[in-house]
């Protein structure tokens, strides 16, 4: 191109004035590059001017949104028409409010009133380098304008201002259209977005490097191939060749100018999302198609994430259970990955294992065979959720059938079909509560971004599950109040705590909520009860509540006992236990108070009624000594007068001329006196014993053959009656013993038995050897005695109800009196029922061991 002379004045540059720039009519190719750029730089305005130092000449103008283009006229110079036709530089302002020399440029007036966010503007060049003409870019907050600048826009920037300025080398140089192409190319091929040109048959006519680099096909493999079988899938072919129809049909795309995001296929066959902007312009009466594209795998990617992230926000914002914010977590964070299936496995609370809780699987997989319903728990280390836990790191397995580590649930997982798993700690502060499990039936690469978000997405849900537990903690730390309160109420008891500080000072913890009990009324919430206590306590027991006090103090626990004035007035005994704990380095005290007033007066009460007790027992043994001696007395006066009267009685029955009705009175006198005599004796033998007078005749002697004598003594009398007297006696014990006293417990004995057993029974009399001693048995079939009245059956003149009920008569002497001849000998009595009906007697004496054989 030729050098284009500036000139000062109102005249424009030789060049440029003979371009007849400012009388020709618009030039549709400016036109779409505007619009084109305004779209692809997604800017709310751009448009290109010839410029110099004296002159500024709007020439188009437009933004993606459809902003209306000014007219072409002329403006006066400004600041900034001279600084870039000085400077020869791009001038880039990201901050417009604090510089305002963008204001000169007349494109400010699209903006209708909006206000700008960022400016840029680049110098159009001639060949020889002097500049002229500009291309502004401006951004605004209300429009489609980023309102930054990246290396990347910049550079896109650029390659459109040197379109634009070969277009205005067209109009210097109309018969430059070769250089023009060539121009054109170089722009394309420093572009960062793919560009595509295609013919309305779907034949690539262009094809620039940055489409090579993301689609993998040469300029030269791709050119003259159908579009479709280079970057098309297969799905979205149909409706690509029904699109290019309509255009072949009507000239006109529904999508030319618009902003679209859909699928793309590279040479590999991998699918990827893409974002093309569209322009169809009709090229010697046939459409062409223009096409910028550029991959948005990682703006897909960064918003899956950012959705993932949105998604368990609301799952964990809505849960009201760890349980139900696990699941939630899982099946959001698996749906928006598009993963196979997601699982949350957690700790327990003893850590001997991890359990899996829950987990989710895409609907249209059946991984029953690796997910199932039964509770899986693995032991630390096992497994990937184990090799998390133990390890606290992540992990990431590329494809589970290449990977050496041959972990639990390995074959299930391969037989459905997965290969990537990842795995991530969920953490409360160092310590792992859980596990979250990600696998995909696809091979997936290790992806920092994925990684990073997971990991947030499960501190998110590690701070939830701290957040609800320190929740359910307060929840049954309030609930186990209100319960210790309601107990507590319940109880007469006042329960205190209090803590003792480094520098001993008392700081109340917690009392209970009613006091009336022990101190007489209601003392405040939090009070000093070391120091309420001192302050009301009894002189006299002072002493031993400080050194009560000093025991604690020491870290020992306590009690003591104490009286003290109430809120009423009224003294109370008080009695107080306490128990120092320690948690880290504070000193803790719990304590109890009861009122023990009522034990005192029993206490005090106890000692007037025992003083009393002893008082009566003391007269009662006089009482009883008086009776002893008083039978004693009475019994040994009576036996004189009995004597006689039965040897008179004896005398008048010798006589031959008595009378038969006087003998039989006689008879009657002797055998009352008789009885009467028996009486005084078993009373006189009673006083004896019970006085310790009665001296035994003790001396060897065979039990068997005094047992036998009063067996064959009494057998006329049991058959008399009709019973069976049947014996059972060991030879060979012998004893020391009174034979006379021995021989009357077995008369009172055998006599009780026949007098007691009605006709047709049996007395059994028996004699053994044990280890206690000797042993007799006196047994029978009679009467019996009731149960209840076993423990009184030696008393004396006791007699049993059933005695009494045949009418049996007697003195309820004799049991009492063959106690005491068995216990003078050192043995025991006892009287238990028979099986079957009847009472049987045991007697265990001392005897002398068995000899040998």
């Not at 030319?256 to 974002?275: C, K, S």
């Not at 006689?644 to 002797?670: Q, S």
């Not at 012998?734 to 029974?761: E, W």
Request: glycine share 8%; net charge negative.
């Amino acid at each position: 191109m030729t050098a284009v002379n500036s000139v000062r004045g109102s005249q424009w540059p030789g060049a440029l004035r003979a371009t007849g720039l400012p009388g020709v009519p618009e030039a549709p190719s400016l036109d779409r590059l505007v619009r084109l750029a305004a779209r692809v730089l997604n800017a709310a305005v751009v448009s290109v001017s010839a410029v110099d130092r004296d002159h500024w000449l709007l020439l188009d103008a437009a933004g993606p949104s459809g902003r209306p283009a000014l007219r072409r006229q002329d403006f006066p110079p400004s600041p900034l028409s001279r600084h870039l036709v000085d400077s020869g530089t791009p001038l880039v302002i990201t901050d417009p409010r604090g510089d305002r020399r963008w204001q000169g440029d007349p494109a400010v007036r699209a903006l209708e009133g909006e206000e700008a966010t960022a400016y840029a503007a680049f110098p159009l060049r001639t060949a020889g380098g002097e500049v002229l003409g500009v291309m502004s870019v401006i951004d605004t907050a209300a429009g489609a304008g980023s309102g930054t600048w990246s290396r990347e826009r910049t550079e896109t920037a650029e390659g459109f201002a040197a379109t634009a300025e070969s277009q205005l080398a067209l109009w210097l140089a109309r018969d430059e259209a070769v250089l023009t192409g060539a121009r054109l190319q170089m722009i394309l091929e420093r572009t960062p977005y793919a560009f595509i040109s295609i013919a309305v048959t779907g034949t690539v006519t262009a094809w620039n490097a940055a489409a090579e680099r993301l689609f993998g096909w040469s300029s030269e493999e791709a050119v003259g191939r159908d579009v479709a079988d280079l970057i098309i899938p297969r799905p979205l072919r149909q409706a690509h060749y029904e699109g290019l129809r309509r255009v072949q049909e009507t000239g006109r795309s529904a999508l030319a100018g618009q902003r679209l995001e859909m699928t793309a296929v590279d040479r590999n066959g991998r699918e990827f999302p893409i974002e093309m902007v569209l322009q169809v312009n009709t090229e010697y009466g046939e459409s062409v198609f223009h096409a910028f594209l550029t991959d948005i795998s990682a703006r897909r990617r960064k918003e899956i994430l950012r959705e993932a992230q949105h998604a368990v926000a609301r799952v964990l914002a809505d849960a009201s259970s760890t349980a139900q914010a696990a699941v939630g977590t899982v099946t959001a964070v698996t749906r928006a990955l598009g993963w196979a299936c997601g699982e949350y496995w957690r700790v327990e609370p003893d850590e001997t294992g991890i359990t899996r809780v829950c987990s989710w699987n895409r609907p249209d997989l059946d991984l029953s065979a690796f997910t199932g319903d039964d509770p899986v728990t693995l032991p630390p280390g096992q497994g990937l959720p184990g090799l998390v836990w133990v390890t606290g790191r992540d992990a990431w397995i590329r494809d589970l059938p290449t990977d050496p580590k041959d972990f639990a649930r390995r074959q299930s997982a391969l037989q459905a079909g997965l290969h990537t798993a990842v795995g991530l700690p969920v953490n409360s502060g160092h310590k792992v509560l859980g596990v979250l499990a990600f696998f995909a039936d696809t091979i997936e690469d290790p992806d920092e971004d994925l990684v990073a978000t997971l990991d947030a997405i499960s501190a998110h849900l590690g701070r939830y599950k701290e957040r609800r537990r320190a929740e359910e903690l307060t929840l049954a730390l309030a609930a186990s109040r209100r319960h210790l309160d309601r107990i507590i109420n319940q109880l007469s008891d006042f329960v205190w705590t209090i803590e003792v500080t480094a520098d001993r000072r008392i700081l109340p913890v917690y009392t209970s909520p009613d006091s009336t009990g022990v101190f007489g009324g209601t003392i405040p919430r939090g009070s000093n009860i070391l120091r309420l206590i001192r302050e009301h306590i009894h002189p006299d027991d002072i002493p031993a509540f400080e050194a009560y006090r000093t025991t604690l103090a020491s870290g020992e626990p306590s009690e003591v006992e104490f009286r003290i004035t109430g809120a009423d007035g009224v003294v109370r005994w008080l009695w107080t236990r306490a128990i120092p704990r320690r948690e880290d380095d504070r000193l803790f005290i719990d304590g109890i108070s009861t009122n023990v007033t009522e034990r005192h007066q029993l206490a005090e009460e106890r000692e007037r009624l025992l003083v009393r007790e002893q008082e009566q027992v003391r007269r009662l043994r006089e009482l009883d000594r008086m009776k002893d001696e008083l039978v004693a007395m009475v019994s040994h006066e009576l036996r004189s007068p009995i004597g006689a009267i039965r040897g008179y009685a004896e005398m008048l029955l010798d006589e031959p001329g008595l009378p038969d009705e006087h003998r039989m009175f006689v008879d009657v006198i002797d055998r009352k006196s008789a009885h009467l005599q028996r009486l005084v004796d078993d009373l006189l033998d009673l006083a004896r014993f019970d006085a310790g007078h009665i001296n035994l005749d003790s001396r060897q002697l065979s039990l068997a053959e005094l047992t036998c004598q009063a067996a064959d003594d009494h057998r006329p009398a049991a058959e008399a009656k009709g019973l069976t007297l049947d014996t059972d006696l060991v030879t060979g014990v012998t004893l020391q013993a009174d034979p006379v006293r021995l021989r009357q417990v077995l008369d009172n004995l055998l006599s009780n038995a026949i007098r007691y057993t009605p006709p047709g029974g049996t007395v059994f009399l028996a004699v053994r050897h044990d280890d206690g001693g000797a042993v007799v048995t006196v047994a029978d079939t009679g009467i019996g005695i009731p149960a209840e009245q076993y423990p009184q059956l030696f008393d004396r003149f006791f007699r049993a109800s059933t005695a009494l009920q045949s009418g049996i008569k007697g003195t309820g002497l004799g049991l009492a009196i063959t106690r005491a001849i068995v216990e003078a000998h050192g043995g025991t009595i006892t009287a238990t029922p028979r099986e079957g009906g009847g009472t049987v007697f045991t007697v265990r004496l001392p005897a002398d061991p068995p000899a040998e054989s």
